[in-house]
């Protein structure tokens, strides 16, 4: 065993040098291998100039080309205006004609107005072309015979004595004039006037001014017309009857008309 340990240590003897010099051998190869890696450093390629474009072509400047002035043109000459034609205002069924009388009746303490209506009320007026009414043309009549109030003993005594309807069955209104009425008639919208013409009730003949509010639309004109008379003025006698105290002499006349308004007829 002791020689074994003794041989041992003597080749590790002989040995060590040799070690030493292979590992020299190899650090100078491993020194000069990493030298000759490094070599130089490489210079960056510089980029190549940017290519100038072209210059753009400048675009030769082209006479401006003169605007045509149109030459100014006459106005045509504007053709007259007509004048408005004659205008016929024609009463239709609906149309009302009423009176109104102030009595004292025996039941009651105080006074009363009596109304009676009819609605058998026809007629027309008719204006020129200037706005003037036409009398031969303008007449609303009015039928007395079917006028009804709230009471039947005051109807009759209107019929058969007042009015005497079965000899002068109608009153008849000839219109001569307006005045504060527009023209050319209004088509449309609100208006007022007045409107003056002869009346005959029975046998007597007066004249009689209305105070007319009307409203006109689309060819139509619906309104009411109001005057006042006395039974002096047309010599009318007053109800006499046992339950009537008195009457005053005011009669209170009013006409609700719904009419169409068309051109009138050339005479």
């Known amino acids: 065993m002791l020689e074994s340990m003794n041989n041992l240590t003597t080749l590790s003897v002989l040995l060590s040098p040799r070690v030493v010099l292979i590992a020299a051998v190899a650090a100078a190869v491993l020194l000069l291998s990493a030298c000759s890696g490094e070599g130089e450093p490489v210079e960056p390629t510089p980029p190549p100039p940017p290519t100038a474009l072209p210059p753009s072509p400048v675009p030769t400047p082209q006479p401006a080309t003169p605007v045509p002035v149109p030459e ?6 504007s053709a007259p205006q007509e004048s408005p034609g004659g205008v016929r205002v024609s009463v239709l069924e609906g149309s009302v ?10 039941r009651l303490s105080s006074p009363i107005d009596a109304v009676g209506e009819t609605g058998d009320v026809q007629g027309a007026i008719v204006f020129d072309a200037d706005g003037n009414v036409d009398p031969d043309q303008s007449v609303i009549t009015v039928a007395v015979g079917g006028l009804t109030s709230d009471e039947d003993r005051r109807d009759r005594y209107v019929r058969n004595n007042t009015l005497s309807t079965s000899e002068f069955p109608s009153a008849e209104l000839v219109v001569t004039g307006v005045e504060g009425l527009d023209w050319p008639f209004p088509d449309s919208g609100e208006t007022t006037f007045r409107l003056s013409g002869d009346m ?25 017309a109001r005057t006042v008379i006395t039974f002096d003025q047309f ?26 308004i068309e051109p009138a007829s050339p005479q």
């Open 72 to 77: 100014p043109t006459a106005a045509p000459a």
């Open 97 to 106: 004609a009423r009176y109104s009388v102030t009595e004292q009746l025996a």
């Open 200 to 224: 005959t009730i029975r046998e007597v003949t007066g004249p009689v001014t209305w105070d007319v509010e009307a409203q006109s639309t689309s060819g139509a004109v619906t309104g009411q």
């Open 235 to 260: 010599d009318l006698s007053k109800p006499s009857l046992a339950f009537i105290v008195s009457v005053e002499d005011e009669i209170r006349l009013e006409l609700d008309i719904i009419a169409t």
